[in-house]
Each structure stands twice: as C-alpha cells, then as structure tokens.
C-alpha cells in the first residue's frame, strides 16, 4: 500500500501557483520523498525529491516540514501543459532495493 | 538524449490470445522495471531487471505472464494467453544503479492493451 495521502484533486488558475499537498506521517528517517506527474497518455514524469531540506529545480519547489510528515510540490506559475495527475511517493533512494509504490494520486486541472 | 522507447503504443488483441511488449531503455541505464496501471490507478511495478537478472519479480503473475532481458539492454514482456483482466497500461522504466545506489526512474509512454 502506498504510504502517502493526497487530495483526489484541485485546480488552479493559469498563471498562478499550483500548491499540492501530501501527508506521510509514517515515512522512515531514510525515506525521501518523490514527486512524479503523468500526463494524458503518457508515462510518469520526474519532478523533484528531498530528504528533509527543501528543494528547487527548473519544474517545481518541494517543501518538506520540520517533522517531515508532511510536504507540499509548488509549481510557481502553473501553466495549462502542467494539468495531469500529480504521485507523492515516499522510497528509500540509494538503495538496490529502490522501489517506487504509486497511489492514486492528486488530479490538478489548471483552468484558463 | 532519447528517452525510453516502447512499442507498440497500442494493441488490441482478444481474449486467450499471446502478446509482447517491447522496451529500449535510456543508454546506459542498467536497470529496467515493467510496470502495469490500471484505469484510474497508479504504476504497479511487476519486475525489475539489474543488468540481465530479474532481481524483484515477486508482483509477476507467472503463469500467464513472462519477461526477458537478453544481453542487459533491450527487454521483453509476454502474457499468453491474455485475460480479460489484463486489459491496461504496460510502462517500461529505466534507471541506472551500481554499488547499491539507485537513481531515478525514467518512464516510456506505455502500451495500452485493450483485451476483448
């Protein structure tokens, strides 16, 4: 079972931020959290990941809280290509036996 | 850099009858997975190859589905004969991994298997 819990789903307008929450209050010290998103008909994609600091890359900012129960992904200024389903998932990285369970998801629609 | 590549995109068989599935993965990527989604759920992962071994295949139904990975690169995953209940998404994804680390996955675009 996965060991996240995302809203089903949210929306966003154009141009605004899209904040997407998840709750992890049992992930392990050496879990981190993963952020994938999949577009109509195609595979996931990565998007970020952290252990307990917050992280920044070109797609989207990932905060994890102090206690790191919980996160939220931030796409600053959301675009109509970012609508898909959006995976939180927690995994130990590094290790051979890495392995991603999806749950079902928060469905984001960015509307125009 | 070419992603991971998997064909065909589409296919509809009927019930009782064999299929194949085909997946490249990102050069140098040394460790394949083969995933299943159903409609409205997330990947579930069904095997995960390290080079040419099948290191987790605890999740492959196998008596009716089988998957191969000759010389480490291109891989293969059959089901015969095919269900109903297989109907799905097949995603092929790649990583590279060594000495215990494993970096990200990589996804193709699937292929969607519609069984009648």
């Known amino acids: 079972d996965a060991k996240t819990t995302q809203p089903p789903s949210m929306d966003c307008a154009e141009g605004r931020a899209a904040n997407l929450p998840c709750n992890h209050s049992?992930?392990?010290?050496?879990?981190?959290v993963y952020w994938y998103r999949q577009i109509h008909s195609q595979g996931p994609q990565y998007i970020i990941h952290?252990?307990?600091n917050n992280e920044t890359n070109e797609m989207a900012s990932l905060i994890i809280t102090e206690d790191r129960k919980s996160s939220t992904l931030i796409l600053p200024h959301a675009t109509l290509r970012d609508t898909a389903v959006y995976y939180c998932?927690?995994?130990?990285?590094?290790?051979?036996?890495?392995?991603?369970?999806f749950g079902s998801g928060t469905r984001l629609l960015v509307r125009p | 850099e070419a992603g991971v590549v998997q064909s065909p995109r589409y296919k509809i068989i009927e019930k009782k009858q064999p299929v194949a599935f085909w997946c490249n993965p990102i050069?140098?990527?040394?460790?394949l997975y083969w995933y299943r989604q159903n409609l409205g759920q997330g990947p579930e992962l069904l095997i995960r190859?390290?080079?040419?071994?099948?290191?987790?295949d605890s999740q492959l139904p196998k008596d009716r589905f089988s998957a191969e990975r000759l010389k480490g690169v291109d891989s293969t995953l059959k089901i015969q004969p095919a269900e109903l209940g297989d109907s799905a998404v097949y995603l092929c994804?790649?990583?590279?991994?060594?000495?215990?680390?494993?970096?990200?996955?990589?996804f193709g675009p699937g292929t969607r298997l519609t069984v009648l």
């Open positions: 994804a790649s990583s590279f991994a060594f000495s215990g680390w494993t970096d990200t996955q990589y």
């Open positions: 049992t992930i392990s010290g050496n879990e981190y």
């Open positions: 952290g252990l307990k």
């Open positions: 998932i927690v995994s130990v990285a590094g290790d051979s036996s890495y392995k991603l369970i």
């Open positions: 050069s140098g990527h040394n460790t």
């Open positions: 190859y390290e080079n040419e071994e099948a290191v987790d």
